[in-house]
């Protein structure tokens, strides 16, 4: 009995080692993707065994070459600067603006009040702000 049970055992997990994925389209056109095969046409499809992987060394260079990709990509989005024609030998000022020197004093002052910061205090930095930068 016991022997029985086991054969019946192995028997149902025998088709638990490969699955397979259906790419479809239902009748409203919409893709679905699905464990079963497709009533119409199937547009892809996708088996797994758990049986068959790649090798370490097929998956160092797959992650080396996934790497290389990733550096292309960022290097090619870089924005490049923009250039200007004329060059400028005026000398920068360094003194911030009115308006800079505003938002430090309020800055400076959040951050002496910390968590006391009021409503009532960001009201009046913000007027004081925007009366100078205006």
């Known amino acids: 009995m016991r022997l029985i049970l086991l054969l019946g055992l192995c028997l149902l997990t025998e088709g638990a080692g490969a699955q397979s994925v259906y790419k479809c389209r239902d009748a409203a056109g919409t893709v679905?993707?699905?464990?079963?095969?497709c009533a119409g046409i199937t547009e892809k499809q996708w088996t797994t065994d758990p049986n068959i992987g790649a090798t370490t060394t097929e998956r160092n260079a797959a992650e080396r070459s996934i790497e290389r990709d990733r550096q292309y990509l960022k290097s090619s989005n870089r924005v490049p600067a923009a250039r200007s024609t004329r060059r400028s030998h005026a000398p920068r000022a360094s003194a911030p603006s009115p308006?800079?020197?505003?938002?430090q004093a309020r800055?400076?002052?959040?951050?002496?009040?910390?968590?006391?910061w009021s409503y009532s205090d960001a009201s009046s930095w913000d007027a004081r702000v925007f009366k100078v930068c205006r």
Do not use: F
């Open 107 to 116: 800055a400076a002052a959040h951050e002496r009040k910390g968590v006391r």
């Open 32 to 37: 679905v993707y699905q464990s079963d095969a």
């Open 99 to 103: 308006c800079e020197r505003a938002r």
